[in-house]
């Protein structure tokens, strides 16, 4: 708490003192091999893609990793990542790219180059459209 007086104004005020605000806890740094800190899984098993033209043949098995900002998932058979500041995030923001992917891919599979149509084969063993 504080006095204030002002020039001319023959009145005492009290002033308060800013609040310091609250203390934030984060989850630590991962390792510097990038893996998933205390309190995340080393991996995540996805089952669907929630689209509604798409879905996953099958489950598959996500890496999780987090640095000092964003938590990130790859699936290592196609090497693609989604990120986001928690899991949940990532998760989703990973099986909007892979559908994204696929239906980019599936559209332009005409003029593919070798490493693109390679990518889309593995793509079609892994995702598929809905019935």
Not at 50 to 58: A, D, G, K, V
Not at 70 to 88: C, K, Q, R, S, W
Not at 113 to 127: C, F, H, K, S, Y
């Amino acid at each position: 708490m504080g006095i204030e007086i002002r020039e001319g104004d023959p009145r005492v005020s009290v002033v308060e003192p800013p609040q310091a605000p609250p203390a934030v806890q984060t989850v630590a740094p991962a390792a510097a091999s990038g893996g998933a800190p205390p309190g995340l899984p080393a991996e995540f098993v996805v089952g669907t893609l929630r689209h509604p033209f798409l879905r996953l043949r099958h489950p598959v098995r996500l890496a999780v990793a987090q640095d000092e900002e964003f938590v990130a998932v790859v699936l290592d058979e196609i090497n693609e990542f989604g990120y986001g500041p928690h899991l949940t995030a990532a998760v989703e923001d990973w099986q909007q790219t892979i559908a994204g992917l696929y239906l980019t891919l599936e559209a332009e599979r005409e003029r593919l180059g070798p490493a693109m149509a390679d990518l889309w084969q593995r793509l079609q063993t892994i995702v598929e459209p809905r019935p």
